[in-house]
Nanobody, 121 residues
C-alpha cells in the first residue's frame, strides 16, 4: 500500500509561483512513476506532469510546458511540482498519483487527497 499527502497549495496572483510537494509512504516508492493531475470545477481530472522512477524522463501537458517542473527525491520519498508564471486557468485541485509510466488517470494506482491552487487575475 502507498499513501500520498500533498501540500503547498494556496492563493497566488497571476504571474506568481507555487511549489507543491507530495510525501509518499509505503513500499516501493522508487519503482513508481509519479504524476500530478488537476481538476477544475465542472471539468474532468486532467494530466499535468509525470516523472519516471529514475527521474530521467518527464512528461508534461502542453498547457504547462515551460512553466511547470516536476522533480522527485527518492531518498526522501517526495515528489514536487514547481509552478511558475501561473495563470487563472491553472486554478484547480492538484492531485499527486503513483503508478506506471502513463498520462491517463485510470492507469494510476494510488492518489492523494488533493491540494487547492487558486490563481487570481
Amino acid at each position: 500500500q502507498v499513501q500520498l499527502v500533498e501540500s503547498g497549495g494556496g492563493l497566488v496572483q497571476a504571474g506568481g509561483s507555487l511549489r507543491l510537494s507530495c510525501a509518499v509512504s509505503g513500499r516501493s516508492f522508487n519503482s513508481y512513476t509519479m504524476g500530478w493531475f488537476r481538476q477544475a470545477p465542472g471539468k474532468e481530472r486532467e494530466f499535468v506532469a509525470a516523472i519516471r522512477w529514475s527521474g530521467r524522463s518527464t512528461s508534461y501537458a502542453d498547457s504547462v510546458k515551460g512553466r511547470f517542473t516536476i522533480s522527485r527525491d527518492n531518498a526522501k520519498n517526495t515528489v514536487s511540482l514547481q509552478m511558475n508564471s501561473l495563470k487563472p486557468e491553472d486554478t484547480a485541485v492538484y492531485y499527486c498519483a503513483a503508478g506506471p509510466w502513463a498520462t491517463a488517470k485510470f492507469e494510476y494506482d494510488y492518489w492523494g487527497q488533493g491540494t487547492q491552487v487558486t490563481v487570481s487575475s
